[in-house]
């Protein structure tokens, strides 16, 4: 069983417009709607691949039943360990314009979590990782949580002997780190923010001195850069790929996620979330990926070794 | 009693954004949720002028169900005799730009509405009609729903006795002017639309003729026009309110309806749809009225008679 750690959980709402115009009405000609948040994401993708995952975080309110209720019926093999929260759970819009194919996004703050809440979540957490062989920590903090939150997860995780991969930004990643996590994926603005530094390769070891076992960079269309205890790797897919970006870090981390419990060698991990992630820009629905693509790219993604810095 | 029709209820969300670029992420920095739809924010309207009123329609789905919960915890006064639909009530967006003030409207479409569904309907409403003083049919049609739906609900009021006002628009305000309800109140737009006359004057007569008792033209900022049995007027405010326009018609239906059941001369319905118009636009938030400001207004509130077309 794997373990998806989502604090700020959402419901994907999608709406399709013919044009969008500010401060004009539109009328919305089509309207879907998911689950999702990086953790719920990453679960998705995991039981696609044939593994068991429990999704965590909180859920509240008329749209944390909603996000429930599709986790239920519409997301098989994925278990439901939500907590529940007295706020609700935030909505994300995202308004495609059929004209040009452009999305602009809405995202609402989350509710905000109290220390009760906080700490009833922490409990189910640890009971939890009696049981699982990975645990990923996606996505920003909703308000109300401490700032160091995730460091304090993954001491929790490290304590009980559970590998755990931590996806998230700003503050929140900088105290991650200080609790050496074993593997952090930023992309490449992430990296930069944390290190000041845009140069990936440089940012990509700087970063890993800041505390986490292996740091996996994701560069968009160029791939993955890793650095981990056994060497430097950038893996690329063949050719450039075009579609939806949407979901394609979490698929990378879904990816990393599942190489790890199968303790593949770091190359074919990497082989692997970059495949995942190729075949979700190719993938017509946001946030899936397209299966025929995958298996493809799996035998065409290239991984080089790279020297490290001294 | 008072019964207020929205076939297309709704859970209207504002969010607040310090300025909406398309094509851009954006953080919500305020979220706002009313239950909405013309006939329920002519409904709450009536409930804080002391009127006891009913809202029935179509409520279902997640929306539905926050709809339902709105109406039970935060509209005092409205009994909800909604009726169940299997599809999800619609959500509409308004994004409102803190920089400029300007609203960007984003509306679903609403559920399709079955066969089975409309005519259970049409028992609830039947049935409701037995202890009604006058009952409203307000806003679109949502899918699913014949173009004459507001026609036949006309009759069947018209057969039990009961005034009907109707508010909607396009193809659905012209097949129900033909079954002769006691008062139509289009805007401008809606007016033209149907009579193909920009001239409010002639188009209101013109309008009449198609079969409606009273005609009542909404003309924004100069407030009424009016052609009905009893002769033919102009109702304006004191000066031009400057402020936030939404649920400004809708205020105007409340004042029109309250003035039916309260047998008041069309010269005091049309000073009180008046005043409590320009109420909501002074008020901040959307759809509320502002009461100091409505009681001010119905002393100053200037009703002139016009003679009417041979």
């Known amino acids: 069983m794997i373990?998806?750690?989502?604090?700020?959980?959402?419901?994907?709402?999608?709406?399709?417009?013919?044009?969008?115009?500010?401060?004009?009405?539109?009328?919305?000609?089509e309207v879907t709607e998911r689950p999702g948040g990086k953790g719920v994401n990453v679960a998705r993708v995991l039981a696609a691949l044939g593994h068991e995952v429990t999704v965590t975080g909180f859920a509240?309110?008329?749209?944390?039943?909603?996000?429930?209720?599709?986790?239920?019926?519409?997301?098989?093999?994925?278990?439901?360990?939500?907590?529940?929260?007295?706020?609700?759970?935030?909505?994300?819009?995202?308004?495609?314009d059929a004209r040009t194919g452009d999305t602009t996004q809405l995202n609402e703050p989350g509710p905000v979590v109290g220390p009760a809440e906080w700490s009833a979540f922490q409990n189910v957490y640890?009971?939890?990782?009696?049981?699982?062989?990975?645990?990923?920590?996606?996505?920003?903090?909703?308000?109300?949580?401490?700032?160091?939150?995730?460091?304090?997860?993954?001491?929790?995780?490290?304590?009980?002997?559970?590998?755990?991969?931590?996806?998230?930004?700003?503050?929140a990643l900088r105290r991650g780190m200080a609790a050496r996590p074993d593997i952090v994926k930023p992309?490449?603005?992430e990296l930069a923010e944390l290190t000041g530094s845009h140069d990936p390769l440089r940012a990509t070891q700087d970063?890993?001195?800041?505390?986490?076992?292996?740091?996996?960079?994701?560069?968009?269309?160029?791939?993955?850069l890793a650095h981990t205890s056994d060497g430097l790797w950038r893996a690329a897919p063949p050719s450039r790929v075009h579609g939806n970006p949407t979901?394609?870090?979490?698929?990378?981390?879904?990816?990393?996620?599942?190489?790890?419990?199968?303790?593949?060698?770091?190359?074919?991990?990497l082989t692997r979330a970059v495949a995942l992630s190729a075949a979700t820009v190719l993938s017509p629905a946001a946030g899936d990926f397209d299966r025929r693509g995958y298996e493809d790219l799996l035998?065409?993604?290239?991984?080089?070794?790279?020297?490290?810095?001294?």
């Open 247 to 269: 979901g394609a870090g979490d698929s990378a981390v879904a990816g990393l996620l599942s190489g790890l419990v199968e303790d593949l060698p770091w190359p074919d991990r």
């Open 126 to 171: 640890e009971e939890l990782l009696g049981s699982v062989s990975a645990v990923a920590l996606c996505g920003s903090l909703p308000p109300g949580l401490p700032v160091g939150a995730y460091a304090g997860l993954i001491r929790t995780a490290r304590a009980a002997g559970v590998p755990v991969l931590l996806d998230t930004s700003g503050e």
């Open 187 to 189: 992309n490449a603005d």
């Open 3 to 29: 373990l998806t750690v989502t604090l700020n959980t959402a419901l994907d709402i999608t709406y399709r417009v013919p044009s969008l115009r500010p401060h004009a009405g539109h009328r919305v000609s």
């Open 299 to 310: 035998t065409r993604v290239t991984v080089t070794a790279e020297a490290t810095a001294a």
């Open 60 to 96: 509240g309110g008329a749209t944390g039943r909603e996000v429930r209720d599709r986790l239920a019926s519409g997301a098989p093999g994925v278990v439901d360990a939500l907590v529940p929260v007295a706020g609700a759970t935030r909505r994300t819009i995202a308004v495609v």
């Open 207 to 224: 970063a890993r001195r800041r505390g986490a076992r292996a740091v996996v960079a994701s560069l968009g269309a160029e791939g993955l």
